[in-house]
Structure formats: C-alpha cells, structure tokens
C-alpha cells in the first residue's frame, strides 16, 4: 500500500468565495520523481487516476469545478477523456502548440459540452481560432508588466472570456487585477496548494500486460474486454468504484463489469481501464490471483447451472471473495465505497442468500470442507465439473500471462 497525492489549489471570484479548484500532479510517496522528472502526459494520467478513483472528485472538489491540465496527447487523442463535462474545467497548457489539429479537437470537446481554459496565456493574433472556442483565459502576472497586463485585459475583453489571475502574491495585486476587470483569482496570497492523499491499492503486473493487449486488439468486443477486466481484481474493484461513484453519477448501481460495460460504452470503459493499467503496476503473489480467479469463475459457472438471471454479478461476488487476500485490508473496508445491493454485501460478509450460498459451496471446495459443499439442487458431479472448468480457465488465462 502507498500513499498517492493529488495537490488541489482554488480558485476565487471577486468575492472571494471558491468557483474552481485547479487539481495538480504530485509525485506519489517514497518517489524521487518530482514534476520536472515526468512527462506531462504521465502527470495528467496520474492526476486524473488519483483525482477519480483512487480519492473520489467528490472529497477533492465538494461539488465545485475541477480543473485539470491537459497535454497535447490527451487533447489530440481519442477517448481520453471519460468523465462528464459538467465536472471539469479542460486547462490547455501553454506549451501545446496551437495547429489545426488542436483547433478541430478542442471544437470537438466545446459541442461536448466542455468547458475550456487557456492556462498561462501570451496573446497571439494567430489564436483568434482558439479564444473563439475558449470560455477562460488565465493569465501568469509574473509574466506580464503592468502595462502589457493592461494590453492583454483589453484585447482579451474583446472575446466572450473569464479572465483569471494566476500567481496573485500580495493585497494589492489582488486589488490591481481586481479592478482591472478580472473575473477570477488564484495565487498564494489567496491560498497555497493543499496536498490531498489516500491510500493506493496495488494492481497485478501479469494481469495488466494481458488486459493492456486485450484493449489495444481492434478484433476485441465488449466480451472480450469485460473478461480481461474481470481477471484482475484490483482493475475490477477501482473500475466498478468508479463506475459507481459522483464521477458518472447513474441512476442505479452497478454490480459487475458487464453491466458497466453495458451502461457507459465500451470505448469509454477501455480509456478507464487503459488509464489504471499504466498508472500503477505492482507484483502480488500469482497464486492469490489464481485463487481469486477460480472463485469467481466456479461462482459464474454454479449460477448458471441454477439458471439465475445474473451469473455475472456472482462471478463479482467470487472475484472481491478474494480482495482482503490480495489487498490486505479488512474486506468490510474495501467493499464501504461500493453501494454493492444487499444480497453482494450479504453473500460477501455473512454468506447470505443465494449469492452467499453459491459462495459457501466455492470456498468449501477450495479447502475440501464436503460437509458444506452441497448447492441444491446440483448434483456432486455438477459441482466438481465445475470446478474442473473454473481451474481450466484460471489456469489458461495465468498460462497466457
């Protein structure tokens, strides 16, 4: 387990109440990587990852903006950007260079609904293109005098945009920009960044190569991809946290990766899954997972020899069967930010119900107990075939690996 971070750092109206929170990247604990030693790209991914799902928007924004920077590589290519647009501010860092592609993309991202800042921003004529699609410009006072601060203010008023003053260090740079006509703030004097942390929960590295080839194979379907989601259980249990989280804000909860496959789409699903593949990548013992991976296919397969109309919802009830093993944490810890339904959580801490009985079955064949192994109305044979195929499956996909 490691601490992750993410800085957050607001942003002010004139009155100063909070419009916006700008979200920053901080390097994750016990790392010598400091912000000049990553790309940007890998600042954005751990950003958004760590913003999203490993602390929840909800607890990093409380229902305000978040803003977010982003790299020529998440603006140019597609399904990067899977959270809705109600949620965030898109910040087009400064050193992205301004060429057709960008325009075409950015005008892409505003028709989504979008809100789009120019962070750091010199004026140029030649970006009239960009302003246009543009609804804030921030702008770095340590950049300008006081007069081509003026110069800017003027033309930039000239276009329906926020203007934001960045790096706002004293009373009366505050008071400048203020009656200078500038809409927002944000700078020291108002309010350092604060450093938000949680606790990263490892993924395996064998499941993340075999998941990472599944995602980039254009022959795969949605199948495919629940499968290889399924597989490693630390993807499984951040997506469908995430899944079931503000970020996405559905009607419904959702109980397994098929159903938010279903829901959301695939190709907004893989930027996800992509995104926590490469974002952190940590050996666990390949025997858990193996465990794992037979429990919750056995569960799948029982269910279906007893007919019920969500074999998928038991394979996720075997597969987090498995979490307190793989993540060492209390499972009744690791299942509290999941609003799984009751028969889930019952199966999963009390062996309750027809989930918690198939559990039971899977569990006492796992360690020979006969005495609770019986599922009616299956017979022994049907129970070890079972087995035999849940093995067979754990054991193909581990081989691939």
């Not at 607001?10 to 009155?15: H, L, R």
């Not at 400064?94 to 060429?99: A, G, L, Q, Y």
């Not at 074999?311 to 009830?317: L, R």
Request: aromatic share 8%; net charge negative.
């Amino acid at each position: 387990m490691q601490n992750v971070f993410v800085g957050r750092q607001p942003i002010f109206d004139g009155k100063l109440n909070v419009y916006a929170y700008e979200l920053l990247y901080r390097a994750a604990e016990k790392s010598s990587s400091s912000k000049g030693m990553v790309s940007g790209d890998d600042a954005t991914t751990t950003t958004i990852i760590n913003t999203f799902v490993e602390i929840g928007l909800d607890k990093l924004v409380r229902g305000k903006l978040a803003a977010i920077n982003l790299t020529e590589k998440f603006l140019l290519e597609e399904n990067q950007l899977p959270f809705t647009p109600k949620q965030v501010i898109l910040e087009i860092l400064e050193d992205v260079p301004v060429t057709p592609a960008l325009i075409e993309a950015v005008q892409k991202l505003v028709n989504e609904g979008y809100v789009i800042a120019l962070d750091d921003y010199l004026y140029n004529p030649a970006h009239k293109p960009l302003l246009e699609l543009a609804s804030i410009v921030k702008i770095d006072l340590l950049a300008l005098d006081k007069k081509q601060l003026l110069e800017h203010v003027n033309v930039l008023k000239q276009f329906n945009v926020k203007l934001v003053a960045e790096k706002i260090e004293t009373p009366e740079e505050f008071i400048f920009c203020r009656d200078l006509g500038f809409d927002y703030f944000q700078g020291y004097f108002l309010s350092r960044p604060q450093i938000i942390s949680a606790k990263s929960l490892p993924t395996n590295r064998l499941t993340v190569l075999n998941l990472l080839a599944v995602l980039h194979n254009p022959d795969s379907d949605a199948d495919d991809l629940s499968e290889a989601i399924n597989t490693d259980v630390t993807t499984s249990y951040k997506l469908l946290k995430l899944i079931n989280s503000a970020a996405f804000n559905l009607n419904r909860n959702i109980e397994s990766i098929q159903q938010g496959v279903l829901l959301l789409g695939r190709r907004k699903l893989m930027s996800w899954a992509s995104m926590l593949s490469m974002s952190s990548l940590s050996d666990r013992p390949a025997e858990i997972l193996r465990t794992a991976m037979i429990r919750a296919k056995m569960c799948e397969l029982l269910a279906e020899k007893i007919t019920v109309t969500d074999p998928e919802g038991y394979f996720t009830v075997g597969l987090f069967s498995a979490l307190d093993l793989l993540l060492q944490q209390p499972l009744p810890k690791l299942l509290e930010p999941l609003p799984l339904s009751k028969d889930v959580i019952d199966a999963l801490l009390y062996h309750k119900g027809l989930m918690g009985k198939v559990l039971t079955c899977v569990l006492a064949y796992e360690i020979s107990d006969w005495e609770n192994v019986p599922l009616e109305p299956l017979s022994s044979d049907e129970i070890f075939v079972a087995n035999i195929e849940a093995v067979t499956w754990a054991n193909m996909i581990m081989d691939t690996l």
